[in-house]
């Protein structure tokens, strides 16, 4: 059977791969205008404002180029901030972030607030797709797949890191093999989210790359010094504190947990106290980093591997939000080549499919289900990159018979 009469027996065929995209671009080419007549002072009707979270991001950037950065974390200062500038707000949003992503962000303390929120949003995604660009250049549809992927329309709509810090991770996973040092660095300024980077030093370790790990070292340390210098060193302390108060809030049910998308978060959801919850994502997340370090020692293929870092970040990571699933792209797109160019795993395109809509599904099913599906999700796609690195023909279940880049086949 050929490739071509292969994949049309599958529902995800190449005219739906061309229409889908489109469709949804087109329903919010609509539906984006319409939202916006729903603004009134600066507040939509939920008492939003514009990228919801980046408010915080925008009041801590004017606090700290009034030269009162330290406030940023001030729960009281900040919300005070926020709801003078949008006196409508439906309730304030916290900066937990480290001083050196106040360093970063501090620039757009100079323009309004939509000016600020438009130049983040074009810097983050310039970031996200100069990292996902190589991977999907000649690719046919890639491009439009990649335009309306659900996860970067919530990154938008929530005004995070979430593009940066995708962008640093791409990046970072493919400069390892050809510019250690360079990717070292981008491991490095992963401190501005740092528990996004939870899986850089294992596989640092895992491929024994150890001139990397001392880049990323010193880039952080270094980071953490700018910050601290330029905001004192009391900053590191009140952003410490800063996190301890979110994760009591999440414990206590403050913040809505639902739209968290990590295995303790799952626990959580469905009533397991704080101290059950966090041993077994501790389970969890030791099973996922041993198989992330197999993975890293069965094959040399960037694409596995870095699917693996990236899928596994979510599983071992306690906190992680929706919007953070903007990530996704990279394995999505990994996987995906994988399975054109060598065949596919039986549940790999509905697996694929699934990840690619999932920003916008993972907060409403847990809200209305109680149950968080993205760590089962990405549990099953680790699991088809685990497959792809046993030995052939085992791992193998349907597609026509997988080759290596030359062309060949692989031995088994």
């Not at 962008?167 to 990717?183: P, S, Y």
């Not at 960037?302 to 970040?313: C, E, I, W």
């Amino acid at each position: 059977m050929t490739k071509r009469a292969e994949a049309t027996r599958h529902w995800l065929i190449e005219r739906r791969l061309r229409v889908y995209p489109r469709l949804l671009l087109g329903v919010l080419a609509v539906a984006i205008p319409v939202y916006a007549r729903t603004f009134h002072d600066g507040v939509d009707g939920r008492g939003q404002s514009v990228g919801s979270d980046f408010i915080a991001f925008w009041s801590a950037a004017r606090l700290a180029v009034e030269g009162h950065g330290s406030w940023a974390w001030d729960v009281h200062r900040l919300a005070s901030d926020e709801f003078a500038a949008f006196p409508g707000l439906a309730g304030p949003t916290a900066w937990v972030y480290p001083p050196a992503t106040l360093v970063v962000v501090a620039p757009l303390g100079y323009l309004s607030h939509t000016a600020a929120f438009l130049v983040w949003t074009a810097v983050g995604l310039g970031v996200f797709y100069a990292a996902l660009g190589p991977i999907i250049r000649g690719q046919r549809y890639a491009w439009p797949l990649a335009v309306a992927f659900p996860g970067v329309w919530l990154g938008i709509a929530q005004g995070q890191t979430q593009f940066v810090v995708a962008g640093l991770v791409g990046g970072a996973l493919l400069l390892l093999d050809r510019r250690q040092w360079w990717a070292g660095v981008l491991i490095g300024l992963l401190v501005i989210k740092p528990h996004l980077a939870v899986l850089f030093p294992v596989i640092l370790v895992a491929g024994r790359r150890w001139g990397t790990f001392a880049v990323a070292a010193v880039t952080a340390l270094g980071a953490m010094a700018v910050g601290a210098l330029v905001f004192g060193f009391g900053s590191i302390r009140l952003w410490l504190d800063g996190m301890g108060l979110v994760g009591a809030a999440v414990n206590a049910g403050a913040l809505p947990v639902d739209k968290f998308v990590t295995p303790y978060a799952a626990f959580r959801l469905v009533g397991l106290p704080q101290g059950a919850a966090l041993a077994l994502h501790g389970l969890v997340a030791l099973g996922v980093v041993l198989v992330v370090w197999r993975v890293w020692g069965r094959t040399s293929d960037l694409r596995l591997r870095g699917s693996a870092v990236v899928l596994g970040t979510f599983l071992v990571t306690p906190y992680a939000a929706d919007y953070d699933l903007a990530l996704l792209a990279f394995p999505i797109a990994w996987l995906a080549l994988l399975g054109l160019e060598n065949g596919w795993l039986r549940g790999d395109r509905n697996l694929l499919a699934l990840a690619w809509v999932l920003p916008w599904l993972a907060a409403p099913i847990a809200a209305t289900t109680h149950i968080v599906v993205t760590p089962l999700l990405l549990a099953c796609l680790l699991r088809q990159v685990w497959r792809r690195t046993a030995p052939w023909p085992a791992a193998y279940g349907t597609g026509p018979v997988p080759t290596t880049r030359s062309g060949r086949a692989p031995r088994p």
